[in-house]
């Protein structure tokens, strides 16, 4: 098993920046890809971004590049989210997920094997 525990999420204003920590802890030797996803109310659960833990493959959603920065520290088994130029719309609450293996879907929500329980970002206008 692996344990998922996301941090750093909370309210800002639109413009504002901020970042979220997820840190894995458990059987973490086998990873293959860490990333952050997303629900607003409403709305299915949407892929932000997601890194592979070697670093060669990066995917961001096209609504949060410029703006937000995904990276990880392989000696910590932490990922992190980096959030700049936030707007009302990213308003949701943000699920960090890590996938054991590759898949065609190592980036979407069906790739991902384990889930933490979710930070929730709010930006104001």
């Known amino acids: 098993q692996v344990q998922l525990v996301e941090s750093g999420g909370g309210l800002v204003q639109a413009g504002g920046s901020l970042r979220l920590s997820c840190a894995a802890s458990g059987r973490t030797f086998s990873m293959y890809a860490m990333g952050w996803f997303r629900q607003a109310p409403e709305k299915e659960r949407e892929s932000v971004a997601v890194?592979?833990?070697?670093?060669?493959?990066?995917y961001l959603a096209d609504s949060v590049k410029g703006r937000f920065t995904i990276s990880r520290d392989n000696a910590k088994n932490t990922v992190y989210l980096q959030m700049n130029s936030l707007k009302p719309e990213d308003t949701a609450i943000y699920y960090c997920?890590?996938?054991?293996?590759?898949?065609?879907?190592?980036?979407?929500?069906?790739?991902?094997?384990?889930w933490g329980k979710g930070t929730l970002v709010t930006v104001s206008s």
């Open positions: 890194i592979t833990w070697s670093g060669g493959s990066t």
């Open positions: 997920a890590l996938a054991t293996g590759y898949s065609r879907n190592w980036y979407t929500s069906r790739g991902m094997d384990y």
